[in-house]
């Protein structure tokens, strides 16, 4: 018990002299550290991310060599989600679109596309929306038996789909990752 007093009373003299030895020309380098930013981040390896693009619904699309796009959700939505038990996806050969609405006095664009399937975790459900306007040439099959692969690699092997690039002028207007982290703790704060 006198401990916790002589505790207080130092950690309460303490904090109402710190501003007089900060003056003192030998302490005033020392200053508390900045704080330091712990929420969520992208979290993927700089070579899968280097080509990442994303929207403001996290979702990802990444160019292939062959010019299509694979997409997915990215490790922000993932984690809002939780575990994901079922992941319902489009078929092969529908065909997605991307309208845009630039509102140019605002200097922001806002998007309309098309929903494309949905995520169901054992939190939430999460509709998916498709980044650009194209064709969908590919499912990821592995998903049906193992949703969680959403979770373990969002960016590798829990792709989603992969669609033809219709209109590549539309990747102009996605997010790189930089401006998608600045979006993330946009939202966050």
């Not at 990442?52 to 292939?64: A, C, G, M, P, Q």
């Not at 939430?124 to 590919?138: H, Q």
């Not at 033809?164 to 102009?172: G, H, Q, R, S």
């Amino acid at each position: 018990m006198a401990a916790c007093v002589l505790f207080r009373s130092f950690s309460f003299n303490f904090s109402t002299v710190w501003p007089l030895l900060t003056r003192s020309p030998l302490l005033s380098t020392l200053r508390p550290a900045p704080k330091a930013y712990y929420g969520r981040t992208l979290a993927s390896s700089s070579r899968l991310s280097a080509a990442l693009k994303f929207t403001d619904k996290h979702e990802w699309v990444r160019v292939e060599d062959n010019g299509t796009g694979t997409v997915g959700i990215s490790n922000f939505a993932q984690e809002a989600l939780g575990d994901v038990v079922y992941c319902g996806l489009p078929e092969v050969g529908t065909q997605l679109a991307q309208q845009g609405m630039k509102f140019s006095s605002w200097k922001y664009v806002l998007f309309l596309t098309d929903e494309f399937g949905a995520l169901e975790s054992v939190k939430a459900a999460s509709e998916l929306y498709s980044p650009l306007t194209g064709e969908v040439v590919e499912v990821n099959t592995l998903l049906a038996d193992n949703p969680g692969l959403v979770n373990k690699s969002c960016y590798k092997d829990g792709w989603l789909m992969k669609m033809t690039i219709a209109k590549p002028a539309e990747l102009d207007a996605l997010m790189d990752e930089a401006a998608y982290e600045r979006y993330i703790h946009s939202i966050e704060d």
